[in-house]
């Protein structure tokens, strides 16, 4: 099945919006051009110089990893680092580079959510919701195309709340208009005031969508000038954020689930504070760096808190209200391939791609 790069693309970010990276992240395509047909995709924690041969042996010119291989931008192209060469090979070959990153750590569906469901999980929710993302549509429309109107703003993407969709309120009343002698009005006559049974309908949505909702609006509303109102909401949303919580479906010992953490991440070994020998159910976790989540996962009453890269003095910092365990970087992050494949099969079944064979974790345990 041959793709265009975009086309893959848009399919990513429809699941992990860019807008929804951190400010410091450099997400999206690093190397190609969206135009460039796709003969299969590798997918990989890490871009290095071995995946980028990895890839050409396999018949693939495109690389998705979660990691951006460039981080901090580059300068020059004299192949004095391992950045720069793993570009310099990606072009000399013709293999393009996209990355999900920030993005895809902060979806509902992305990382949290794949290493709660290899822990076995459940009760799953986001430990740090982000807030400023949402907006709300207000407008107005004559009772008899309101549902219409509607239609064309849940099929835009608004209206979705959780686990929700289709989700409105609506009022009716009566509004005034009256167009000048250039109007074209679908209701009423140019030069005279109308007065009309309308309902008032209102919507929130994620505010990247902004754009498809207001052209959604267009479509399917009859006014010549159609009236509306956008506000920016500062509520919590509680489907995007840092972190993850959940539940063991039945408490184990301590131990137990250190146990668990060393198998399922097959890490070398397990960092954690002093165990507090109290049974664990609720944990609290963030893949990569979350040692900036602990207070989060201390305030939500959490047994463990699971991530990685720890500083030795934020052990102190558990101060025996938790157990917080470090499992290693690369380890939290493995399985984040799984992800794209899932993405892309589910849209198209036919299209190659390969989770890469290449042990990138820079860290070994002796």
Same mark, same amino acid.
């Given at each position: &099945?041959?793709?265009?790069?975009?086309?893959?693309?848009?399919? %990513?970010?429809?699941?992990?919006?860019?807008?929804? !990276?951190?400010?410091?992240?450099?997400?999206? %395509?690093?190397?190609?051009?969206?135009? &460039?047909?796709?003969?299969?995709?590798?997918?990989?924690?890490? @871009?290095?110089?071995?995946?980028?041969?990895?890839?050409?042996?396999?018949? @693939?010119?495109?690389?998705?990893?979660?990691?951006?291989? +460039?981080?901090?931008?580059?300068?020059?192209?004299? #192949?004095?680092?391992?950045?720069?060469?793993?570009?310099?090979?990606? +072009?000399?070959?013709?293999?393009?580079?996209?990355?999900?990153?920030?993005?895809?750590?902060?979806?509902? =569906?992305?990382?949290?959510?794949?290493?709660?469901?290899? =822990? #076995?999980?459940?009760?799953?929710?986001?430990?740090?919701?982000?807030?400023?993302?949402?907006?709300?549509?207000? *407008?107005?429309?004559?009772?008899?195309?309101?549902?219409?109107?509607?239609?064309?703003?849940?099929?835009?993407?608004? #209206?979705?709340?959780?686990?929700?969709?289709?989700?409105?309120?609506?009022?009716?009343?009566?509004? *005034?208009?009256?167009?000048?002698? !250039?109007?074209?009005?679908?209701?009423?006559?140019?030069?005279?005031?109308?007065?009309?049974?309308? *309902?008032?309908?209102?919507?929130?949505?994620?505010?990247?969508?902004?754009?498809?909702?207001?052209?959604?609006?267009? !479509?399917?509303?009859?006014?010549?000038?159609?009236?509306?109102?956008?506000?920016? =909401?500062?509520?919590?949303?509680?489907?995007?954020?840092?972190? &993850?919580?959940?539940?063991?479906?039945?408490? &184990?010992?301590?131990?137990?689930?250190?146990?668990?953490?060393?198998?399922?991440?097959?890490?070398?070994?397990?960092?954690?504070?002093?165990?507090?020998?109290?049974?664990?159910?609720?944990?609290?976790? @963030?893949?990569?760096?979350?040692?900036?989540?602990?207070?989060?996962?201390?305030?939500?009453?959490?047994?463990?808190?699971?991530?990685?890269?720890?500083?030795?003095?934020?052990?102190?910092?558990?101060?025996?209200?938790?157990?917080?365990?470090?499992?290693?970087?690369?380890? *939290?992050?493995?399985?984040?391939?799984?992800?794209?494949?899932?993405?892309?099969?589910?849209?198209?079944?036919?299209?190659?791609?390969?989770?890469?064979?290449?042990?990138?974790?820079?860290?070994?345990?002796?």
């Amino acid at each position: &099945m041959s793709l265009l790069l975009k086309e893959i693309i848009a399919e %990513l970010e429809r699941f992990a919006p860019l807008s929804l !990276q951190e400010s410091y992240d450099n997400c999206g %395509l690093l190397v190609g051009s969206p135009e &460039m047909p796709v003969t299969g995709a590798l997918l990989t924690l890490d @871009c290095t110089e071995a995946v980028i041969d990895e890839a050409v042996r396999k018949g @693939c010119n495109l690389v998705i990893a979660h990691h951006p291989v +460039i981080f901090g931008g580059l300068k020059k192209l004299t #192949g004095a680092n391992y950045v720069e060469r793993t570009v310099i090979s990606a +072009i000399r070959q013709q293999v393009a580079i996209y990355a999900a990153h920030t993005n895809l750590d902060n979806v509902h =569906l992305g990382v949290n959510h794949k290493i709660a469901n290899k =822990l #076995g999980l459940v009760n799953q929710q986001i430990l740090s919701p982000k807030k400023g993302l949402l907006k709300k549509l207000v *407008t107005f429309a004559p009772i008899s195309h309101a549902e219409a109107v509607r239609q064309g703003l849940f099929n835009a993407g608004a #209206g979705q709340i959780g686990n929700y969709s289709h989700c409105s309120f609506n009022l009716e009343g009566q509004g *005034t208009f009256r167009g000048n002698e !250039q109007s074209r009005p679908f209701i009423g006559e140019p030069g005279k005031v109308s007065h009309e049974n309308e *309902t008032r309908i209102e919507v929130v949505f994620e505010a990247y969508k902004q754009g498809d909702v207001l052209a959604g609006l267009r !479509q399917m509303h009859p006014y010549e000038e159609i009236a509306y109102d956008l506000y920016s =909401l500062d509520n919590q949303y509680q489907l995007v954020g840092s972190g &993850m919580l959940g539940e063991l479906p039945e408490a &184990m010992p301590e131990i137990d689930f250190l146990k668990r953490l060393k198998d399922v991440f097959g890490t070398g070994c397990v960092k954690h504070t002093a165990l507090r020998n109290k049974p664990v159910k609720k944990v609290a976790f @963030c893949g990569g760096s979350g040692s900036f989540l602990l207070k989060d996962a201390i305030s939500c009453k959490s047994d463990f808190y699971v991530s990685s890269d720890f500083k030795y003095h934020e052990f102190f910092d558990a101060e025996h209200k938790i157990v917080v365990a470090d499992v290693g970087h690369f380890e *939290t992050e493995q399985f984040t391939p799984e992800i794209f494949s899932e993405v892309l099969s589910n849209k198209f079944a036919n299209f190659a791609t390969y989770l890469s064979e290449i042990h990138t974790n820079p860290v070994h345990y002796f």
